[in-house]
């Protein structure tokens, strides 16, 4: 697609629930990213793939949170046992990895998590 | 572990007054990029600059990028509504980007 496609655009969940977002990234990105955007604040981030490189889940805040990201393309962020703490903005990002290191990174919507 | 801070966290200003907004690392930028965020929608890049001393117009946006590439500012002349939104600085570290918490803008008409 031309963009970066997110789903579900928002989603209500009860605590202890697992949850799984969906992220498609622009054709092409070998680089895809997540971040966690809580309200009103910056962007934290939890994991990156690059190519078939080992992602850096240097960001991933506790073992409830995992990411896949199958064939090089779309990727799934699971949360698992979801806890009120995890209601955020879930931010997917690709981008081209250029020579020069300043990638640019193009962003979806976000998924809405709400756990109540 | 390099952190970026922003100031001011929030600021609300009357259409056509002049801002200025910073992003300061507590280490050496390896490439700088500014972006702008408007609510529900994810992070949109404005520009990148590398070069210490680097200075780039974008329209009624200047970006200055510090001498020993530690910081940075954003300019904006005659502020427009539009230009509402929360302004993010990020940083390349290890492949991926780090950002600052951002300065959230409201210009009101």
Partial sequence: GAGVSQSPSNKVTEKGKDVELRCDPISGHTALYW????????????????????????????????????????????IQRTQQEDSAVYLCASSLLRRSGANVLTFGAGSRLTVL | TQLLEQSPQFLSIQEGENL????NSSSVFSSLQWYRQEP?????????????G??????RLTFQFG???KDSS?????????????????DRSQGNLIFGKGTKLSVKP
């Avoid at chain 1, 955007?37 to 889940?57: H, M, R, T, V, W």
């Avoid at chain 1, 995992?66 to 699971?78: C, D, H, I, K, N």
């Avoid at chain 2, 200025?20 to 992003?23: G, L, P, R």
């Avoid at chain 2, 954003?74 to 990020?90: E, K, N």
């Fill in chain 2, 40 to 52: 529900g929608e994810g992070p949109v890049l404005l520009v990148t600059v590398v070069t210490g």
């Fill in chain 2, 54 to 59: 680097e200075v780039k117009k974008l329209k």
């Fill in chain 2, 74 to 90: 954003l300019h904006i002349t005659a502020a427009q509504p539009g230009d509402t939104g929360l302004y993010l600085c990020a």
């Fill in chain 2, 67 to 69: 001498d020993a590439r």
């Fill in chain 2, 20 to 23: 200025t907004v910073y992003c």
């Fill in chain 1, 35 to 78: 971040y966690r955007q809580s309200l009103g604040q910056g962007l934290e981030f939890l994991i990156y793939f690059q190519g078939n490189s080992a992602p850096d889940k240097s960001g991933l805040p506790s073992d409830r949170f995992s990411a896949e990201r199958t064939g090089g393309s779309v990727s799934t962020l699971t």
